[in-house]
């Protein structure tokens, strides 16, 4: 969950928009800001210093040289209320010592009007110093050693300077909702069509073949989308021509096996009369009559477990639940094929399940049949019922299931070993078996214990 | 030896069931229709029949029917495995019993031998439950006064569960009993005959008060 909210496209659109809207205004307030403010302090010097300028220069040729104490009073009047005139060692002044050291060298050594800006107690302030000159008749000009220096408080200027950052940010914020609801535009653009691919993505992958995007404009994603219409398309096609084929595949064992079943019911209905018949043939005759019926009755075997795979495929087995006691049903099936002696039950008894009693049987006499035929004894069936399930297992001691063999044991017709003897089995009874689980919502695995195999099959108690 | 009317379309079928059923001692008659089968029904009536469901024609339900209403000679149906669709009709219609194709002619013997043995009385006498009165001598029952025709298994059923009023019999104690089945007998046999029953003692075959059906475990005989 890290940067959650960075994960959508939508978010992440509308922070790149805010974050450059601020950027370019923020840039902008402060380029504008920056020039104006040097325009507004620049013409506020040179109002000021030329002020300074006329103010002394009109009062200069009334005055007396060499200066003396009350010249200089005269000359500071003139230049304004913080202004301080020195002459060499004279001096006048209102209190106040605005000028710098750095400053007053400067005017000195260089003999013309300087400005210095100061900062007095927080306020901005323009100190301007410079040399009065005396002009002689020939207009030579030669510094007369009077020096002014006058303060101006700046602090107005700086009040609109101050006014114009903050109309710069006022409308830098005003930019940011505008550009918030553009960046939701362009989400909403670029998001809807994504969303709709999205979806049909989805309706796809749940199986909903014929699911599409009509493209919408010329753009990347208008052509995103019919690329994987075509996509869509060529899968249909190929899903098509595949389930078409499964489903003739199926069909055509489902009829086999019902065609076989007319000419079966003739050949089981004369097997009987051939075997009461048989004690008064030649031994030949009577062996082929033998090996006639054996094959009969495996045939019969072999197309009603093809008939029932068949129903299973066509999703018309249907169970038929009724209330069986579970124990007695297994200890019924074991009797039934005489299994009694050779298998160890160890049964929970009282466990009442909604079941297809059919089913059940055909499910435990394919676990028993294969565990007596493939493993070896003891063969082992336990019924228990643990938590809301109910669990039988049947292990047995043989050499187990080899790893090859384990992922195929249900899979029909898999022969563990191609030059196997052929068994009583038709090769279909563990894939019967596992349908029929399927069929009641239950599961149905094989393992090695280590010392065997073993095949564990569990029912939920509630049945649909 | 028992007279039995085999109706089945395939010829060779109906021949091999003919030969084995011969060799278990039966006599068999054959129809290849339902329309033959009727009119050889009609000719003269067999102490059984054995009915094959898809029929060209006239089908086997239709031909069930018709034998139920032209009296009470038992019906043993051969239908598919799985298809339950076969096995519902064919018991609507009032067949007694059905056997699976391919179909063993011992299985079939026995079914057989099993109907045939629900006509046989346990000849202890009378019993009277309200207005129903079973005579098990004469294996005859009448409601108020009035005969009630009963097929052999509908019979064998009353006398099974009237046997002992107020006692619960679970399906499977009833097929073991009247149908002789083993432990995968069909429960919608016992269901269906049931229902039969009801509809010829009950007043109200929807409140039942001679074969009360007790919920998840069976059926019982009253109390009246």
Redesign the interface.
Known sequence: MKRWWLRGLRPRLLVAFVLVTVVGAAAAAWSSAGTASAALVSSAQERLTSGLTSQIGAITPQLAFPPDQATLDRLRGAAGANAVVTYQGLRSSAGLEPATEALRTAVRAQHRMLTERVDVGGAPWLVIGTPVLITAPDGTRTPSGIEVYSAEDLTAVNQQVQGLTTNAVATAAIALPLAVLLALLAARSVLRPVRELRDTARRLADGELAARTPPKGADELAQLTVSINEMAESVQTSMIAMERMQADAKRFAADVSHEL??????????M??LE?AAGEMEPDAQESAQLAITETHRL?RLV?DL??VS?FDAG???A?I??VDVAA?VR??LR?RGWTGEVELSAQEGIVLGTD??RL?VVVANLVGNALRHGAPPVAVRVSAPGEKVRIEVTDHGPGLSEEVLPHVFDRFYKADAARVRTPGSGLGLAIALENVRLHGGTLIAENTGSGARFVLELPRENR | MVAILLIEDDPLVRRGLELALSRHGHAVRTAETGEAGLDAFAASTPDLVVLDLMLPGIDGFEVCRRIRRAGDVPVIMLTARGDDFDVVGGLAAGADDYVIKPAQPTVLDARIRAVLRRTQGSGEGVRMHGDLRIDTASLTVSLRGEPVPLTPTELRLLLTVSRGPGRVFSRQQLLEEVWEHDYLGDSRLVDNCVQRLRAKIETDPANPVYVQTVRGFGYRFGPV
């Open positions: 079943r007319t000419p079966l019911s003739t050949l089981t209905a004369v009987e009369v009461t019969v009603e008939m029932e129903r018309t087995a249907r038929r009724e209330e049903a019924d099936c039934a009693r059919r049987d």
